[in-house]
Nanobody, 124 residues
Framework: QLQLVESGGELVQPGGSLRLRCAAS????????IGWFRQAPGKEREGVSC????????DYADSVKGRFTISRDNAKNTVFLQMNSLKSEDTGVYYC?????????????????WGKGTLVTVSS
């Protein structure tokens, strides 16, 4: 069964850090670009970061540049999102998604597989 499972979301204070994990099963991540997306309460889902197949290219939303880092361990079929200097506006459900492509685009409507999400709450 093909699936992505996110973990690592929790309640954290502003300025804190979290590391999200996205584990794939049933397919090999080496052939997929991976994206992290998030949906804040009452808002539409938005792209956060995208990582190429080999992990040598990455792209970030302006709102998280310099604070978030995407990385992958293809040997473990896992992708990570390191989030530092968290702000209240980073609160939301974070999803990872995969697309069988060689770029670093991660179009939200074009992703092939989606996880069910993990909740990140940034609050004091």
């Amino acid at each position: 069964q093909l699936q992505l499972v996110e973990s690592g979301g929790e309640l954290v204070q502003p300025g804190g850090s979290l590391r999200l994990r996205c584990a794939a099963s049933g397919f090999i991540l080496d052939y997929y670009e991976i994206g992290w997306f998030r949906q804040a309460p009452g808002k539409e889902r938005e792209g956060v970061s995208c990582n190429s197949q080999t992990g040598d290219m990455a792209d970030y939303a302006d709102s998280v540049k310099g604070r978030f880092t995407i990385s992958r361990d293809n040997a473990k079929n896992t992708v990570f999102l390191q989030m530092n200097s968290l702000k209240s506006e980073d609160t939301g459900v974070y999803y990872c998604a995969a697309r069988a492509a060689g770029g670093v685009e991660c179009p939200q409507l074009g992703m092939d597989y989606w996880g069910k999400g993990t909740l990140v709450t940034v609050s004091s």
